[in-house]
């Protein structure tokens, strides 16, 4: 494949540069006024109420950090992220939630720890999106649940060769 492109480069400096930029000119396309409001800030309005979540990598071992990715609607001030991977040790509670804040645009990252007491295997990571207010008066929560989601997350066994490699 490399033979091919270095080719093409050789061919396109021996005709001249006003030759292979007309061709790149004539080549190019008019981009759609669809991709033109992607772009900068502009959200469509239909990816702004869309809630996802995303969990890199997607199979870790055990004793391994994970980042996790969420994106939820504007209204959500707060996610929750569970998932029988994030036990601790000594706990008796097979499901562990971890909170998440959010940003003015929904947006919020995190990492996690995946035990090394989880079990090997198909774990789920299941998250909430909730708006959460306060009485000023009383301190009493109210969460509403606004959005959720999962994402498929696979553990694998420790080993430890995979620190010297």
Not at 30 to 37: F, G, M, N, W, Y
Not at 115 to 125: Q, R
Request: aromatic share 6%.
């Amino acid at each position: 494949m490399r033979p091919v492109i270095g080719m093409g480069v050789a061919a396109a400096l021996m005709m001249g540069p006003n030759v292979s930029a007309g061709a790149s000119r004539a080549s190019s396309f008019a981009p759609s006024v669809s991709a033109r409001k992607t772009g900068g800030d502009h959200i469509p309005s239909e990816w702004r109420t869309r809630t996802s979540l995303r969990v890199l990598p997607r199979s870790p071992r055990q004793r391994n950090v994970i980042r996790i990715f969420a994106h939820c609607p504007k209204k959500a001030n707060h996610a929750i992220i569970g998932s029988t991977a994030f036990t601790l040790k000594g706990s008796r509670r097979l499901y562990r939630e971890v909170g998440l804040g959010l940003s003015d645009r929904g947006l919020g990252t995190r990492s996690a720890s995946i035990s090394y007491y989880a079990l090997p295997g198909f774990h789920e990571v299941c998250m909430k999106c909730v708006k959460v207010t306060i009485d000023q008066e009383t301190r009493l929560r109210r969460i509403q649940v606004i959005g959720r989601d999962s994402a498929p997350l696979r553990i694998r066994r420790f080993r430890a060769e995979q620190f010297f490699d």
